[in-house]
């Protein structure tokens, strides 16, 4: 099994689950008043070669299947390079980031500005969000890093305050954060920025990876949250490779320079790289 595999399974997966297509050949990522959006969306899911039903999805089940069949994309893929990336880890769903160790001091802090309004106007707003998937790691017991050689011994004088040691502390390390974007379509798409900022500036500790996960077809609309740097590390597009020969087909000129302006500019790419960078 490669990534290549677990990738032609990933998109079988959100055809059957996922991507829907109406009775005027609409899919459900193409925004229906868009030209170039509706046949770059029609090429994509052709070159999958898996055919699409008309079947409904509820409002709030679009987004959350999309979750659930990336988390166990990235999952599977990521165990591929448990040999470059050791560990115990754990993926999950929709998890506060005060349940991690870099994190762990908000809930106290939201606690407090919760109570207490002045608090609040000087604090700012929300601090506990909820990451759509969280890729986090277990602390290791002391047997764990003595596996090979004595490296820590009895005595509490050394190493007391390094997170990996579950002796110093009981909480997963967050080495991830994912955000899944259906599509790109209005202005609530760039709390994906604000989510960057508050996990960079309000950590105790590393920074995890923050990226986000899209299958939006218009260049032009990832780059509304592509562009840039400091608050993500990439955009990761669920079918890449499709979209470059989808946006060749249109002849679309604006839409190619975008998103060869993404690609070589180092902000896209594609879902099957997320693994090897999550190893990183």
Known sequence: MTIGDLRRQYHQQLCQNVLRV??????????????????????????????????????????SQFEHVTKSFLEQSFALVH????????????????S??????L?????????????????????LITPDIVVARYPVTDDEINAAQIVVGDSDEY????SLRVRNQPNLILHASISCKWTIRSDRAQNVRTEGLNLIRNRKGQTPHVVVVTAEPLPTRIASIALGTGD?????????????EAVRQTENHAQQDMLMTLIDGYRLRDISDLPLDLAI
């Open 22 to 63: 109406n009775s005027s050949g609409l899919v459900n990522i193409a925004d229906s008043a868009s030209v170039a959006s509706r046949q770059i969306a029609v090429s994509i899911v052709e070159q999958f070669g898996h055919t699409l039903t008309s079947d409904p999805i509820p409002g709030q089940g679009l987004g």
């Open 83 to 98: 040999h470059l990336r050791p560990g115990k880890w754990r993926f999950t769903l929709n998890t506060s980031i005060s």
């Open 100 to 105: 991690f160790d870099q994190y762990s001091h």
């Open 107 to 127: 809930a106290s802090i939201q606690a407090a500005v919760s109570t207490d309004p002045q608090l609040k106007a000087a604090l700012g707003g929300d601090y």
């Open 159 to 162: 190493c007391r305050y390094t």
């Open 232 to 244: 993500l590390d990439y955009v990761y597009h669920f079918a890449l490779n499709e979209l470059l």
